[in-house]
């Protein structure tokens, strides 16, 4: 005996926006242009086009599968010339011979079986569409982490150029140096195979920003994004936004929206879609009943000799019945097998469940150390910045060297991207958050229009 559980009944609502506080600012926000690439991924994104294709191709699934329940009309006909040579006559027959055959159907009852499969194809059509939507707000995450991902690789290229121009400025004094006696040219290559080294690393860092780009073109369509709409710099983000972080939190992990969640639609749909399945092979061994109206010639024998026949055009209407009554178990196999399928997706259903609340706990507490490293790579910034001012005073004072100025002015530089780093990383953790607890909001600005189509 296999037992299924309950079902909540599923639908794809549009979903209110929700409040969203203004410290969880989100990467758009923060890059304005990034918004409106975002928007066209939606359109152009070589990955949305194919799933807009997959939406189309459901819409017409449906309509095609209503269809069935409405009248069709069909039939046939034939023309050719005949000969018989026949042994009762002397002389062969000729003739020619005309067969038609016109006819219309209407299904009448088949025990609600039409009904569900086009039910069955309307919940398909809910599955394309969150599929959709779990396809753009990935999209959405992805293309925020690249774009994030390029201002960061822009300035470690800038970094990696200045500790390349730094090296090339100390082997040209350690040249002079050693022109003038000063020191022995052995110092040179220990020199130099660092030059090489930051050469390395400046091809490496130019190599991965470029290559990125590439990448982010790619994923959103938009051809003609270059290096020089990539911003230098991600602005200093003040961390907040706690109690929004737990309401939402709160919400989605026990106060039903996790219902929402766009994977979890598409399982319960599945369900759903399942559970109509086997309804309607429960029905395969059941009699249909049709009616049909037609007209039709064929030729007939009204005498005793077979041979004399005459054409006789026929008007009919009436009550057809079809009935497969066995098929060898067939029907009951494909039924055991479809319960089968249905307990499977309530463990799935159960799984995932479990997976997005764990997704949502485990992206609220990313955000939170996420923000706690933010604050602590702003604060190194803020040191690196007065030490490099202080040993310009000093150098400005005679009491510290060029090369003093240079070393702090490089990690001055190395303190600021590890601050972008930081930045970068809490902007994206509020992305995922969001993401996590359905509650982005160019995610939930898209819904209406899919669901609305």
Known sequence: MITLLAM???????????????????????????????????AQSPR?????????????????????????AGGFGMYFYQRDDRVDRPEPSLGEKFYYDVRVTQPVFHWGALKDETERARIQAKIEEADYLE???LLALSVRRQYLGLIVRKAVRVRAQAAFDRQVRRVEMQKVRVASGEAPSSVLQPE????????VDLERATYDFENA????????????????????????????????VLDLRRNFVEKGDLQEAFRLRKALFSLQREQLREKITRRDLWPKFDFQAGLTQNEI????????RVGVTSLFAGLRVTWNIFDSRATRERMLASRARQRRLEQEIRNLEQELRDEALAAADELRIFG???????????????????????FNRGLATEEHVAAAAYSEQVARVNAFIGRSSYLEGVANF???VNADPIVLEVMPKILNR
């Open 213 to 244: 780009l590439r990448t982010f073109r790619r994923t959103t369509g938009v051809s003609d994004f270059g290096a020089e709409r990539v911003p230098g710099e991600v602005p200093k983000i003040e961390v907040g936004g706690e109690e929004a």
């Open 135 to 137: 396809a753009y707000r």
């Open 372 to 394: 706690m490293a933010m604050r602590n790579a702003d604060q190194r910034l803020v040191m690196q910045v007065s030490g490099r001012k202080m040993a310009e005073e000093n």
């Open 48 to 72: 949305m086009i194919t799933r807009n294709f997959e939406l189309i191709e459901a819409t017409h699934e449906l309509g095609a599968t209503r269809a069935r329940q409405y009248p069709r």
């Open 301 to 308: 024998s009204y005498t005793e000799n077979i041979g004399d």
């Open 192 to 199: 130099e195979l660092v030059l090489r080294e930051r050469q």
């Open 8 to 42: 909540p009944s599923v639908s794809l609502r549009s979903a209110p926006d929700p409040e969203v506080s203004a410290d969880l600012p989100l990467p758009e926000e923060v890059f304005p242009e990034l918004k409106d690439i975002l928007w066209q991924a939606l």
């Open 434 to 436: 969001l993401s996590a």
